[in-house]
């Protein structure tokens, strides 16, 4: 982590007293079913955000990143969006929602480095809102539960804090995505933080968003995960994600369930005429989507990553002609990608509106995919591409 700690050293003149760091994830097959309740499979990341930090005693909260020029000050009791330094709301919306449980905390300075691309769909700001909620306890210990303050963690020796358990992760989790639908304004689900705090190296997480029950399931194989990123930025705040999802809830309630978690084919097809068309649409892609989680779990059970590269083409393909959360550059990624001999699959991953797609590679032929795609996708789009071979990480820590 020396890049964050000589920042903060440089910014602040003095070291920093703790190191946090968040990964970003990866949404191996599951677009868009968390909010709804459904299943979904994730990876963790190596790459992350990485905060540098120490406690104030003035009641203020400093930051400063690698990224942005500005460097923000403001009080440790009242939060308001700076359109100004939009990163930083990530921040103070988790300080937000922890002020609303009645963590008590004082003000700290702190320097943040991501190695995340930004607005690539791999989920940059939960690993910031992870680390933020990781940092302020690692200053000032708290617990969660049931979204209340509870009887705060006692240190360790060497002023180490107990690891985190699941109930805790959980916990952290849910105010991360408070934090971003009430402070950001993005509706989103559980999966991003979840992923983030639950990451496991070399195996994906399986996560049941109605029960919040995770698994995890190994990838160990002659495999690798490649990232390539379209260029096309997408901005979730923008309001596209927020329109699928009150899509994907007015289908429910037209139906008469709670959500689209308990609706399956049949029903959908039996029921069609209660939903507008958009509706179906969006319904029809989510419904099926949990089901390929279903079948994209077993086939991971049986090492069958040919099999789970197959469900991943289907998934892009439904949320290219039902969901309509692709893009140009998207589509044109995975179908060069599928052409390729060694591509085991490929679909856009996260939000969707640009972003990256996530390929499931041989490892042996992983040189000559990551040659030939970039060279075909200037050939096509114009735009330089730089892809990513990522290694599946341990959570945040």
């Known amino acids: 982590m020396h890049d964050v700690e000589k920042l903060f050293r440089n910014t602040f003149q003095q070291p920093s007293i703790a ?7 990866l949404e191996l097959l599951g677009n868009h079913t968390d909010y709804n309740q459904g299943l979904v499979l994730a990876l963790a990341i190596d790459r992350a955000v990485r905060m540098a930090l120490a406690p104030r005693r003035d009641g203020r909260v400093e930051l400063v990143s690698s990224a942005f020029p500005e460097r923000v000050t403001f009080s440790a009791h009242e939060f308001r969006r700076d359109p100004a330094a939009p990163w930083t709301d990530y921040v103070k919306g988790v300080l937000s929602q922890l002020r609303e449980r009645g963590v008590h905390f004082g003000g700290f300075s702190a320097a943040i480095h991501s190695t995340i691309p930004f607005g690539a769909g791999l989920s940059s700001s939960a690993a910031l809102e992870v ?4 940092a302020v306890r690692r200053l000032y210990p708290y617990a969660l539960r049931t979204g209340r303050a509870a009887t705060p963690p006692q240190r ?16 952290i989790a849910r105010l991360c995505q408070a934090a971003e639908s009430g402070f950001v304004g993005v509706n989103c689900g559980l999966l991003d933080p979840l992923s983030s705090l639950f990451g496991k190296a070399f195996h994906a997480i399986e996560i049941d968003c109605q029960s ?33 999802r009150a899509h994907c809830e007015a289908a429910a309630r ?11 084919m049949p029903m959908l097809t039996a029921q069609r005429a209660k939903l507008s068309e958009r509706q179906y649409q969006c319904a029809f892609h989510v419904v099926g989507e949990i089901q390929r989680v279903v079948f994209g779990a077993r086939a991971l059970r049986d090492s069958d990553f040919a099999q789970f590269g197959q469900y991943m083409l289907q998934s892009h393909e439904s949320s290219r002609d039902f969901f309509h959360n692709s893009c140009a550059e998207l589509d044109v990624l995975v179908e060069l990608a599928r ?16 972003g990256a797609t996530i390929n499931l590679v041989q490892r042996d032929q992983v040189p000559s995919f990551t040659r030939i795609i970039a060279e075909r996708y200037q050939q096509h789009t114009g735009i330089t591409l730089e892809p990513m071979v990522c290694q599946i990480a341990d959570g945040a820590f």
């Open 212 to 244: 919040l029950a995770i698994d995890l399931l190994s990838m160990a194989g002659e495999i690798a995960i490649v990232v390539c990123n379209t260029g096309v930025k997408h901005a979730l705040v923008g309001g596209e994600y927020n329109a699928l």
């Open 254 to 264: 037209a139906l008469g369930v709670a959500s689209l978690r308990s609706v399956d």
């Open 156 to 171: 360790l020796k060497g002023d180490d804090l107990p690891l985190l358990t699941p109930v805790d992760k959980i916990e």
């Open 339 to 354: 052409s390729q001999p060694g591509c085991l699959g490929a679909r856009l991953t996260g939000g969707g509106f640009g």
């Open 131 to 134: 680390a933020t909620a990781l």
């Open 19 to 25: 190191l946090v760091q968040a990964p970003g994830r």
